[in-house]
């Protein structure tokens, strides 16, 4: 039983609650496991390609299960994004920053993470958390590849419609990551068609959503 | 291109970063409008049917935009779950309760919210709030009736996967609704099997998720 | 007991988990009631003030307890802002964004609601959404002064730092509602010392948070 | 500027929201830093004192600007709990759930992790997760102590009064983590007065809160 709402947009429902619950009630999501050999596997796999800058060499881990109804999960648990990230000695993360918070759990290598003007030295094992909407800088030195895993709430804020990013730094770059079109979190490399766009057409034409 | 994370589980992913984002940006919601004269038609066609008692009574109002990827929305906006309920002179909604906030505006009619034993009335265009997991009453009395918007943070919660529900009153009906397997809010009307069972079999399958 | 993190900042503390669980678990909240009548004295006292125009003639409604700790709430629930409004006939909200999600209960008054170029009319008891980061801009019309509620997931973004409010219309407006200062929504009206330009303060003086 | 709401309850305000919104705008959150020495000193200094046995030998790595207001921070940022935990081999954490997800990152040692009656073995480095409310528990083998860092989104659960835990294992131990009193995690040490009775002598007395 799907009720159409008269007056107002066909995407709008007014439906029986009771029936409607079901809906809201997500199926169960499976424990995860990713071994760190496998993890390692995929970063080297990233690093053969030559396209793949310091920015870009990171693998995302996901569990499917943490998603919406039939869709994927976005990131390791419902709320959180995790990947891993590989900086090669002499390399840098150029400086950018997002409304998600990261913690950064540093697996091996050394060198600098600079948060908002402000350098620490990282070392393997430590902890260390980049607050929202603050500019960071990873620079790696030492002799050995930095290894760190990357966790951010940005599961949940891209969820909610709420995410912001900038990258590279620039006024120009700050993005609502839903208006704001982009492939990836650079905004330098744009879609064709933005989904902001998208739905505007959907809306004049009053199409339902799937 | 999907990776496999060849040690773990299939639905584990490890996977490129940038070609996931994609998937962790959300197409755009478009904006909602649902006029009362629809809200209302809804309630009376449920009023219509003889199995539809106060508890049931009550319809949803959805944005579909606002889910995940191809997924409909749970709510009427990422977080929130709205509807509009009716409840007769004479009748009560039993006591209840969930780790979710519900928040009440109340259309029409006048009556009484117990809360935790403490008894409060209510009249048209109040503002009421019951916290997380105190049990709740409805009492409607005088001539008209009760017609009333609940606002719950449940679409997070059920998003999130911490939903927990008690209905009927009683500890036996202590529900985390994703294990607890029912077809509606009250604990009485259980699936044949529940989402939990039917997430064990994959895992034990080695089913990935779609 | 309070443990110094010897390496690190002094607002990053190493601390035995069973005794700061009790810092986790928060006091409960009491129930909310707000009636109508309070609701409309509290508007009109702000209507005799001439320097609230329409954009600020606003009265927030607010849970004491539902905030963290001693800290009193900022919202009517830990997530939700919620507000009543009041606009006269022939004035206008001008054309803003934010990327909480808006939700409004029009309780009196007629008019129109523009979002992102698309014009809808509102009348009494109807539901209507604004989606994150639209623009948005509000004219009533006819004989009757309009009143709304409006609900936002403003608290949560604002407790997670990361709500951005863009307010007049123009890049140069748009700001992170903690390091872009500001007293209230609107960017014309600036702190003397921002929040960041203190903790910028504080970390170069190693002073711990209170 | 502080206005009473006249006929609901001393704890629900009405007030200018214009002015109230200062207090929606958080300070700003200084960068973390935690170093693996200070983590490890922690978990010694916990180790030698006899009482704390496996379930308990366990540091908290907390953010103190991640809070709310005056009110320190209850997790490493506002969504998330982080803490280190040690296990000599030999030793178990017995089954019990909670329903905030976790995420684990092993730093050293090996043994088994019991989800739901699926076990996996863990090794140094591995990533793994939890689900909301799935019965877990860790047994360390081999010759290394096993240290681990566990990551919820307890304190977005926490902060939201949606947190159930349910420690040790058993329905009688099922407890929402506001109303159920206790000092810890685990139900068997509870507090003289819940932080409930406490609410409702406040609301008996008609007290505001601070």
């Known amino acids: 039983m799907k ?4 007056s107002g947009y066909p ?15 997500q199926h169960d999501t499976r ?33 499917d299960d943490a ?9 390791i648990t419902p709320t959180l994004f995790c990947g891993c990230q590989l900086i090669h000695p002499g390399e840098r993360v150029t400086s950018h920053r997002h409304n998600s918070v990261a913690l950064y759990f540093i697996v091996q290598g050394t060198g600098e ?15 260390m958390t980049c607050p929202a909407w603050h ?33 590279p730094k620039g006024q120009e770059n700050i993005r609502h990551v839903v208006k704001g079109a982009s492939h990836t979190w650079t905004a330098t490399k744009p879609l064709e068609q933005s989904k902001t766009e ?7 034409q009053g199409v339902p959503a799937k």
């Not at 919406?68 to 976005?74: A, D, F, K, S, V």
């Open 31 to 63: 424990p995860g496991n990713w071994r760190w050999k496998d993890v390692v596997a995929g970063l080297h796999k990233l690093d053969e390609d030559p396209r793949m800058d310091s920015e870009r060499r990171y693998v995302a881990i996901v569990n």
């Open 135 to 167: 500019y960071h800088e990873w620079r790696a030195d030492g002799d050995a590849d930095t290894l760190m895993y990357v966790i951010h709430d940005m599961a949940l804020h891209a969820y909610t419609r709420s995410l912001f990013w900038e990258e």
């Open 113 to 127: 993470l600079e948060v908002e003007g402000v350098t620490e030295r990282y070392e393997p094992f430590s902890i």
């Open 198 to 204: 998208a739905a505007k057409q959907m809306r004049d």
């Open 11 to 25: 995407w709008c429902r007014i439906t029986p609650a009771e029936s409607f619950f079901d809906h809201v009630v």
């Open 67 to 75: 998603g919406l109804g039939e869709t994927p999960g976005i990131g």
């Open 3 to 6: 009720w159409t709402n008269e």
